[in-house]
C-alpha cells in the first residue's frame, strides 16, 4: 500500500479519496522536515511556525523548517529554477505561504501539487460550497490546490494620541492628508499592501465595482481607474517626502508611525496593531479602524510544489493549521490574532466556547469597527495597477 | 629534485582554482546569458532573442537605476580614494602602521549589512541623532520630514560605503607604503622646500598608485554592484540597478528572470566600463599631474585639504562607531519612542530566544564561515607553496586570477550558478554555500597571505633543506609556524568576508540556509529593531571575536619563543 502511494505521490498525481489513504500520509509523513517558505518579516507569525513545529513533532514526529522570505516569490522563483534544472522530486521547497499571483502563476506552470484540500480530514471545518472565501483566491477557484490557514482583513492604524477624527473614507483622506502634508504615506505599490491600498481606493471611487470581478481587459482598466489616479495625483505631493519615495511594507511603515514620522500605517491584519502593542512595537494608544464601506479581505492559503521532497509532512502540517485548537490559538491576541478561517456553522460546541474565551485588547477592532468584507478585484487589476502605477510615477 | 614534485603541486591547485573558481562564475555567466537572450526554458523560453533587453529597457525607472549606480559607485570610490590618502598623509607621523591597522580592525571586520542597519537608525529623520538634538536644540516633538536615508540622490548609500570602504583604503595603502622610503622621500622634499601635504601628492602618491591600483578595482566593482547596503540605504523607487535586478530576479511575474538576466549581464558590462573609465581617468590624471609637478610649484595650499580629509575620515569613523553602539541599545531596549535620547524601558527579551531564531543562524554562520575560511586557507598554502617550490614569481595571469571573483559583480553570475549547480544534482545546502561562497573567500586569504609568504627570510627554509628536512617538513615545521601570525590574519579577514556574503547565501542556499546576514538584512524590512539588533550585533562581533583570536592564538602558542613575538614575516 505503501509503495504506491508513494509513487503516486511521487508523480503528483491526484490521489483517489482511499478510506485509510490519509493514515498512510501521517504514516509516510513521520520523521519529515518539512521546509515551510513563508514571508519572515513578522515576528509573531515566524513564533506560531515555531509552535507549530513544536505540537506536530510531538503529535506526528514531523518538524517545520520555516524558510523566511522577504518576498513570497523567492520560492515561486526556487521551484522555476528546480523545473528549470529538470529536479521533478526531492524539490527544496515543501509549502508556501502563498496568495493571489503568486498561486495563479504557479498553478497556470503546473508547479503545484494537487488537488488535495480534500484529502484534508479537517478540511470538513470548511466552507467548501462554490465561491466561498475558503475556496476563491482573489476571484481565481482554488480547485483543491492549496488550503486554507488564516484570514486577512484591510485595516488602518492610527495613533490617537496625535490623530482624533481619522479620516473614514478615500475622499476624506485626501482631504486629512491635504491637512497635514508629509504625515500620511503607504508602502511601495510593488508590495503586497502598497498594492492593496490602491485596491482598496479603487474599489471606493470606481464607478462599478463589480467590473472589478471580472479580468482586467483595457477598456475596462481605463474607465475603472480613472478616478483612481486623479484621486492619486492629487494625494502624492501631500504625502511624506511628497511622494517621491516610499517604505518597503507595511513593517517598516508600522516602525515609522512608532518613531513619528507618520501618523497612519496600514495592516492586511486587524489584530496586527494590538499584537504590536502587546510586544512593545507600538504606543498604546494606537487604534485600528476599516474604512466605513468596508474594506477588502481575503484568506492566506498553504500551497505544496510539485515537486515538494517531502509532501505527505506538508499535508499533515496543512491539515494541523485547519485544526479548530490551532485556529482558535492563531486567533489569540498574546498568539497571532490572525481570525479563523474555518465556517463557525460547521464547528462543535467546544471548539466555540474556545474561540469566544479569547481575550481581547483596546487596539482590536470591534466587529462593528471592522465593518463588511469587500471581495479582492482580480488578480489582473493588481498587476496592472502596479503596472501603471509604476510607469505614472517612477521617475 | 623539486622540480617534477613542485610541478605537480602546481597542477592539482591549478586543477583545483580552475574547476573550483574558474569554471562555476564561467557557467553562472554562461546560463546567465543565455537567458539574457531569450533561453530558459523551465518557463517556456525556448528560442534565442533580444526581447529580454527591450523589455529591460522599457521598465520604469531603468535609466534613473543606471543613472544611480554610476553615480554611487564612482562618487563613492573616489571619495573613499582621496578621503583615504589624505588621512595617511595627516596621520602618517602620528602613530605607526601597526596602530593604525589596529585602529580600523573593527571597521574591516563588521559587514556591510549591519553597519547599514546601524547607520539607517543613526541618521534617519527620527534617528539616534535627531534624538539626541531634539526636542531640546531643535525643537521637534516629530521628526522631520526629511530624506536622510534612501534619499533620492543615493548620498545615504555613498555615505555608508564611505564608511566600510575608507578603512579598506587605509590599509592597502599602510600595506603599500610600508614598501616606500616614505620618511627619505618627506626629508627630502621638505628640504626642497615643498609643503609637506604637496610632497605627498607630488612625490608619494604617483608612487603608492600603482600598488593599490588592483584594490581600487575591486571596491569600484565592488561599489557598483552592492546589494545589501543599497537595500537598506539606498534610493528604493527605483533602486540601484543591483538591487533592481535582485528584484526582478525574485519577482513574482517570473517572466521578469529574462529581462533580469540581461540586466545583471548590464551589470557586468557597468563594471567592465566603469574600470575602463577609471583606468582612462588614471592616465588622464597621469598627464595633468606631470605637468603640474615639472611646474615645480612648492606651496603649502595642499594642507588645509588633507587636514580636512583627516577630519572627515574621523568623524566618518566616529559615525560608524556609534553606528554599532546603537545596534547594541537596541538589542536591549525595550520601548524607544522619538524623541527620547535613549530607550524608556530596557528587556533582554530578544536576546531570550536563540532556540528558533538567531541560536541557528549563529551556528549556520560559524560552520560556513569556520568551512570556507579552512579549504580557502589549505588552498592558498598549496599555491604559494607551489610558486615557492618552482621558484618562480607569479605570473600575471595567476594574479588576474585571483581577482577575478572580486571583479565580475556577483549577481551576473550567482542565478545562473544556481541553475548550473541544480542540474549537477547539487541541490540548495551547506555544500553549494560553502563552495560559493569559497568563490569570494579565497582571493581575499589570497591577498592577505600573498606579501607575508614571500617576505619570509628564504635563509630559514636554506638551513632546514640542508638540514635534511625535506619540502613537507620544511612547510610543516619551518614556514608555517613561522607564518602563523599571517596565517591567523588571513583567516580571520577570509572569516570576516564569510560571515558578510548576503547574495551567495541567498542564491546558492535556496533561501533554506539562514545566516546571520541573511536574516539580518531581511529583518531590516521588519518593524523590530530590537530583533534586528541582535543579529546585527552578533553579525559585528563574530568576525571581530575570529580577529583577536587571530591576535591573541599566536601570541599564547609562542610565548616561549621571543623571536616570533612581532609581526614575524
Request: net charge neutral; no cysteine; glycine share 8%.
Given at each position: 500500500?505503501r509503495?504506491?502511494?508513494?509513487?503516486?505521490l511521487?508523480?503528483?498525481?491526484?490521489l483517489?479519496?482511499l478510506?485509510?489513504s490519509w493514515?498512510?500520509?501521517v504514516?509516510?509523513?513521520k520523521g519529515?522536515t518539512?521546509?515551510w517558505?513563508?514571508?519572515?518579516g513578522?515576528?509573531r507569525?515566524?513564533?506560531f511556525?515555531?509552535?507549530?513545529?513544536g505540537q506536530?513533532?510531538?503529535e506526528y514526529?514531523?518538524?517545520?523548517?520555516?524558510?523566511?522570505?522577504?518576498?513570497t516569490?523567492?520560492?515561486?522563483t526556487?521551484?522555476?529554477?528546480?523545473k528549470a534544472?529538470g529536479?521533478?522530486?526531492?524539490?527544496?521547497v515543501d509549502m508556501?505561504?502563498?496568495?493571489?499571483?503568486n498561486?495563479?502563476?504557479?498553478?497556470?506552470?503546473?508547479?503545484?501539487l494537487?488537488?488535495?484540500?480534500?484529502d484534508l480530514p479537517?478540511?470538513k471545518?470548511?466552507?467548501?460550497?462554490e465561491?466561498?472565501?475558503?475556496?476563491?483566491d482573489f476571484t481565481?477557484a482554488t480547485?483543491?490546490?492549496e488550503?486554507?490557514?488564516?484570514?486577512?482583513?484591510?485595516?488602518?492604524?492610527?495613533?490617537?494620541?496625535?490623530?482624533?477624527e481619522p479620516p473614514?473614507?478615500?475622499a476624506?483622506?485626501l482631504?486629512?492628508?491635504?491637512?497635514?502634508?508629509?504625515?500620511?504615506t503607504?508602502?511601495?505599490?510593488?508590495?503586497?499592501?502598497g498594492a492593496?491600498?490602491?485596491?482598496?481606493?479603487?474599489i471606493?471611487l470606481?464607478?462599478?465595482?463589480?467590473?472589478?470581478q471580472?479580468?482586467?481587459t483595457?477598456?475596462?482598466?481605463?474607465t475603472?481607474?480613472?478616478?483612481?489616479?486623479?484621486?492619486?495625483d492629487?494625494l502624492?505631493?501631500?504625502l511624506?517626502?511628497?511622494?517621491?519615495?516610499?517604505?518597503?511594507?507595511?513593517?517598516?511603515?508600522?516602525q515609522?508611525?512608532?518613531?513619528?514620522?507618520?501618523d497612519?500605517?496600514?495592516?492586511?491584519?486587524?489584530a496586527?496593531?494590538?499584537?504590536?502593542?502587546?510586544?512593545?512595537?507600538l504606543?498604546e494608544t494606537?487604534?485600528?479602524?476599516?474604512p466605513?464601506g468596508g474594506?477588502i479581505?481575503?484568506?492566506?492559503?498553504?500551497?505544496?510544489?510539485?515537486?515538494?521532497?517531502?509532501?505527505?509532512g506538508a499535508?499533515?502540517v496543512?491539515?494541523?493549521?485547519l485544526?479548530p485548537?490551532?485556529?482558535?490559538?492563531?486567533?489569540?491576541?498574546?498568539?497571532?490574532?490572525s481570525y479563523?478561517v474555518?465556517d463557525?456553522?460547521?464547528?462543535?460546541d467546544?471548539?466555540?466556547?474556545a474561540?469566544?474565551?479569547?481575550?481581547?485588547?483596546?487596539?482590536l477592532?470591534?466587529?462593528?469597527?471592522l465593518?463588511?468584507?469587500?471581495?479582492?478585484?482580480?488578480?489582473?487589476?493588481?498587476?496592472?495597477i502596479?503596472?501603471?502605477w509604476?510607469?505614472?510615477?517612477?521617475? | 629534485?623539486?622540480?617534477?614534485?613542485?610541478?605537480?603541486?602546481?597542477?592539482?591547485?591549478?586543477?583545483?582554482?580552475?574547476?573550483?573558481?574558474?569554471?562555476p562564475?564561467?557557467?553562472?555567466?554562461w546560463?546567465?546569458?543565455?537567458?539574457?537572450?531569450?533561453?530558459l526554458?523551465a518557463?517556456?523560453?525556448?528560442?534565442?532573442?533580444?526581447?529580454?533587453?527591450?523589455r529591460?529597457?522599457?521598465?520604469?525607472?531603468?535609466g534613473?537605476?543606471?543613472t544611480?549606480?554610476?553615480w554611487?559607485?564612482?562618487?563613492?570610490?573616489?571619495?573613499?580614494?582621496a578621503l583615504?590618502?589624505g588621512f595617511?598623509?595627516?596621520?602618517?607621523?602620528?602613530?605607526?602602521?601597526?596602530g593604525?591597522?589596529?585602529l580600523?580592525?573593527?571597521?574591516?571586520?563588521?559587514p556591510?549589512a549591519?553597519l547599514?542597519?546601524?547607520?539607517?537608525?543613526?541618521?534617519a529623520?527620527s534617528?539616534?541623532?535627531?534624538?539626541m538634538?531634539?526636542?531640546?536644540?531643535?525643537?521637534?516633538?516629530?521628526p522631520p520630514?526629511?530624506?536622510?536615508?534612501?534619499?533620492p540622490?543615493?548620498?545615504?548609500?555613498?555615505?555608508g560605503?564611505l564608511v566600510?570602504?575608507v578603512?579598506?583604503?587605509l590599509?592597502?595603502?599602510?600595506?603599500a607604503?610600508s614598501?616606500?622610503p616614505?620618511?627619505?622621500?618627506l626629508?627630502?622634499?621638505?628640504?626642497?622646500?615643498?609643503?609637506?601635504g604637496?610632497?605627498?601628492?607630488?612625490?608619494?602618491?604617483?608612487?603608492?598608485y600603482p600598488?593599490?591600483?588592483?584594490?581600487v578595482?575591486?571596491?569600484?566593482?565592488?561599489a557598483?554592484?552592492?546589494?545589501?547596503?543599497a537595500?537598506?540605504l539606498?534610493?528604493?523607487?527605483?533602486?540601484?540597478?543591483?538591487?533592481?535586478?535582485?528584484?526582478?530576479?525574485?519577482?513574482a511575474?517570473t517572466?521578469?528572470?529574462?529581462?533580469?538576466?540581461?540586466?545583471a549581464l548590464?551589470q557586468?558590462?557597468?563594471v567592465i566600463?566603469?574600470?575602463?573609465?577609471w583606468f582612462?581617468?588614471?592616465?588622464l590624471c597621469?598627464?595633468?599631474?606631470?605637468?603640474?609637478?615639472?611646474?615645480?610649484g612648492?606651496?603649502?595650499?595642499?594642507?588645509?585639504?588633507?587636514m580636512?580629509?583627516?577630519?572627515a575620515?574621523?568623524?566618518l569613523m566616529?559615525?560608524?562607531?556609534?553606528?554599532?553602539?546603537?545596534?547594541?541599545?537596541?538589542?536591549?531596549?525595550?520601548?524607544w519612542s522619538?524623541?527620547?535620547?535613549?530607550?524608556?524601558?530596557?528587556?533582554?527579551?530578544?536576546?531570550?530566544?536563540?532556540?528558533?531564531?538567531?541560536?541557528?543562524?549563529l551556528?549556520?554562520?560559524i560552520v560556513?564561515g569556520g568551512?570556507t575560511?579552512?579549504?580557502?586557507?589549505?588552498?592558498?598554502?598549496a599555491?604559494?607553496e607551489?610558486?615557492?617550490?618552482?621558484?618562480?614569481p607569479?605570473?600575471?595571469?595567476?594574479?588576474?586570477?585571483?581577482?577575478?571573483p572580486?571583479?565580475?559583480?556577483?549577481?551576473?553570475f550567482?542565478?545562473g550558478l544556481?541553475?548550473?549547480?541544480?542540474r549537477?544534482?547539487?541541490?540548495?545546502?551547506?555544500?553549494t554555500?560553502?563552495?560559493?561562497?569559497a568563490?569570494?573567500?579565497?582571493?581575499?586569504?589570497?591577498?592577505?597571505?600573498?606579501?607575508?609568504?614571500?617576505?619570509?627570510?628564504?635563509?630559514l627554509?636554506r638551513?632546514?633543506?640542508?638540514?635534511g628536512?625535506?619540502p613537507?617538513?620544511r612547510?610543516?615545521?619551518v614556514?608555517?609556524?613561522i607564518l602563523?601570525?599571517?596565517?591567523?590574519?588571513?583567516?580571520?579577514?577570509?572569516?570576516?568576508?564569510s560571515?558578510?556574503?548576503?547574495?551567495?547565501?541567498?542564491?546558492?542556499?535556496?533561501?533554506?540556509?539562514?545566516?546571520?546576514t541573511t536574516e539580518a538584512?531581511?529583518?531590516?524590512s521588519?518593524?523590530?529593531?530590537?530583533?534586528?539588533?541582535v543579529?546585527?550585533?552578533?553579525?559585528?562581533?563574530?568576525?571581530?571575536a575570529?580577529y583577536?583570536?587571530?591576535l591573541?592564538?599566536?601570541?599564547?602558542?609562542?610565548?616561549?619563543?621571543a623571536?616570533?613575538?612581532?609581526?614575524?614575516?
Open positions: 500500500m509503495l504506491p502511494l508513494l509513487a503516486a511521487a508523480t503528483g498525481i491526484a483517489p479519496a478510506a485509510n493514515d498512510d500520509t504514516a509516510a509523513a519529515q518539512v521546509y517558505n513563508a514571508w519572515g513578522d515576528e507569525t515566524n513564533d511556525i515555531a509552535w507549530a513545529s506536530l513533532e510531538a514526529g514531523i518538524t517545520i523548517q520555516q524558510v523566511k522570505l522577504t518576498d516569490a523567492e520560492a515561486v526556487r521551484v522555476i529554477a528546480e534544472a529536479q521533478t522530486e526531492g524539490g527544496s508556501i505561504w502563498i496568495n493571489g499571483a498561486f495563479l502563476s504557479m498553478k497556470q506552470q503546473g508547479l503545484l494537487g488537488p488535495f484540500l480534500s479537517n478540511a471545518y470548511l466552507d467548501l460550497s465561491g466561498s472565501a475558503a475556496v476563491v481565481i480547485e483543491g490546490y488550503s486554507p490557514w488564516r484570514l486577512a482583513k484591510f485595516v488602518l492604524t492610527y495613533d490617537s494620541a496625535r490623530v482624533a473614514k473614507s478615500m476624506a483622506l482631504d486629512w492628508s491635504t491637512a497635514s502634508p508629509g504625515r500620511f503607504h508602502p511601495a505599490v510593488s508590495n503586497f499592501m492593496t491600498f490602491l485596491k482598496q481606493a479603487l471606493e470606481t464607478p462599478d465595482a463589480s467590473v472589478l471580472g479580468e482586467a483595457d477598456e475596462a482598466f481605463e475603472a481607474t480613472a478616478p483612481l489616479w486623479a484621486w492619486y492629487e502624492r505631493p501631500t511624506w517626502r511628497e511622494g517621491s519615495t516610499f517604505p518597503e511594507n507595511e513593517s517598516i511603515l508600522q515609522m508611525l512608532n518613531d513619528g514620522e507618520v497612519f500605517a496600514m495592516a492586511f491584519d486587524p496586527a496593531a494590538a499584537a504590536a502593542v502587546e510586544r512593545g512595537l504606543p494606537v487604534r485600528s479602524y476599516a466605513e474594506s479581505g481575503n484568506i492566506s492559503f498553504v500551497a505544496i510544489p510539485f515537486n515538494a521532497a517531502n509532501k505527505e499535508m499533515v496543512a491539515n494541523f493549521l485544526d485548537a490551532t485556529q482558535a490559538k492563531a486567533q489569540d491576541i498574546t498568539v497571532l490574532g479563523s474555518l463557525p456553522a460547521k464547528l462543535d467546544a471548539a466555540r466556547a474561540f469566544a474565551a479569547l481575550p481581547s485588547s483596546p487596539a477592532p470591534t466587529n462593528e469597527e465593518g463588511r468584507t469587500l471581495n479582492e478585484p482580480h488578480p489582473s487589476w493588481m498587476t496592472r502596479a503596472e501603471e509604476a510607469r505614472r510615477y517612477t521617475e | 629534485m623539486t622540480a617534477p614534485e613542485g610541478r605537480k603541486l602546481r597542477l592539482i591547485v591549478l586543477a583545483l582554482v580552475a574547476g573550483g573558481l574558474v569554471l562564475i564561467l557557467a553562472g555567466l546560463e546567465t546569458t543565455r537567458a539574457a537572450f531569450g533561453i526554458p518557463i517556456g523560453a525556448v528560442e534565442w532573442s533580444l526581447d529580454s533587453w527591450r529591460l529597457f522599457a521598465l520604469p525607472g531603468f534613473t537605476s543606471l544611480l549606480t554610476l554611487t559607485g564612482f562618487a563613492s570610490t573616489a571619495l573613499a580614494l583615504a590618502v595617511a598623509a595627516v596621520m602618517y607621523d602620528r602613530f605607526g602602521l601597526k593604525g591597522a589596529r580600523l580592525t573593527p571597521f574591516l571586520a563588521t556591510h549591519a547599514a542597519i546601524g547607520l539607517a537608525f543613526l541618521i529623520p534617528g539616534w541623532i535627531a534624538r538634538i531634539s526636542p531640546w536644540a531643535t525643537g521637534w516633538d516629530l520630514d526629511v530624506a536622510t536615508v534612501n534619499d540622490l543615493g548620498l545615504a548609500l555613498i555615505f560605503l566600510k570602504e578603512p579598506f583604503f590599509l592597502v595603502i599602510l600595506a607604503l614598501q616606500l616614505v620618511r627619505r622621500h626629508s627630502a622634499g621638505r628640504a626642497l622646500g615643498y609643503g609637506r604637496v610632497v605627498w601628492i607630488k612625490v608619494i602618491l604617483p608612487q603608492l600598488l593599490i591600483r588592483l584594490p578595482y575591486v571596491v569600484l566593482s565592488f557598483l554592484s552592492v546589494v545589501d547596503m537595500i537598506i539606498g534610493r528604493s523607487n527605483p533602486p540601484v540597478l543591483s538591487v533592481a535586478v535582485t528584484r526582478w530576479f525574485l519577482a511575474d517572466t521578469l528572470i529574462l529581462p533580469a538576466s540581461a540586466a548590464l557586468s558590462g557597468v566600463a566603469g574600470i575602463a573609465a582612462g581617468a588614471e592616465r597621469a598627464r595633468l599631474g606631470r605637468i603640474w609637478i615639472r611646474r615645480g612648492r606651496g603649502v595650499s595642499a594642507e588645509p585639504g588633507l580636512a580629509a583627516g577630519g575620515v574621523l568623524i566616529a559615525l560608524g562607531a556609534l553606528a554599532l553602539v546603537s545596534l547594541l541599545i537596541w538589542s536591549l531596549a525595550w520601548r522619538f524623541p527620547n535620547a535613549l530607550p524608556e524601558s530596557w528587556s533582554l527579551k530578544a536576546w531570550m530566544q536563540p532556540a528558533g531564531g538567531w541560536g541557528m543562524a551556528n549556520n554562520t560556513i568551512a575560511t579552512l579549504l580557502s586557507v589549505a588552498l592558498a598554502v599555491w604559494l607551489g610558486e615557492d617550490r618552482a621558484r618562480l607569479r605570473a600575471g595571469w595567476a594574479e588576474a586570477l585571483i581577482y577575478l572580486l571583479l565580475v559583480p556577483q549577481i551576473a550567482l542565478y544556481n541553475v548550473t549547480f541544480l549537477a544534482g547539487l541541490s540548495g545546502g551547506m555544500v554555500v560553502i563552495w560559493a561562497q568563490l569570494f573567500v579565497f582571493p581575499y586569504v589570497m591577498i592577505a597571505l600573498s606579501d607575508p609568504w614571500r617576505a619570509l627570510d628564504p635563509r627554509v638551513a632546514a633543506a640542508a638540514l628536512a625535506g613537507v617538513r612547510l610543516v615545521a614556514k608555517l609556524p602563523l601570525r599571517p596565517l591567523m590574519t588571513a583567516a580571520a579577514i577570509g572569516f570576516a568576508v560571515v558578510a556574503q548576503y547574495l551567495p547565501t541567498l542564491f546558492m542556499g535556496s533561501g533554506r540556509i539562514a545566516t546571520l538584512v531581511t529583518l531590516s521588519g518593524s523590530d529593531r530590537r530583533v534586528t539588533g543579529y546585527a550585533v552578533l553579525q559585528a562581533v563574530l568576525p571581530f575570529a583577536l583570536a587571530a591573541a592564538l599566536p601570541g599564547f602558542l609562542h610565548r616561549h619563543r623571536g616570533l613575538q612581532g609581526d614575524a614575516g
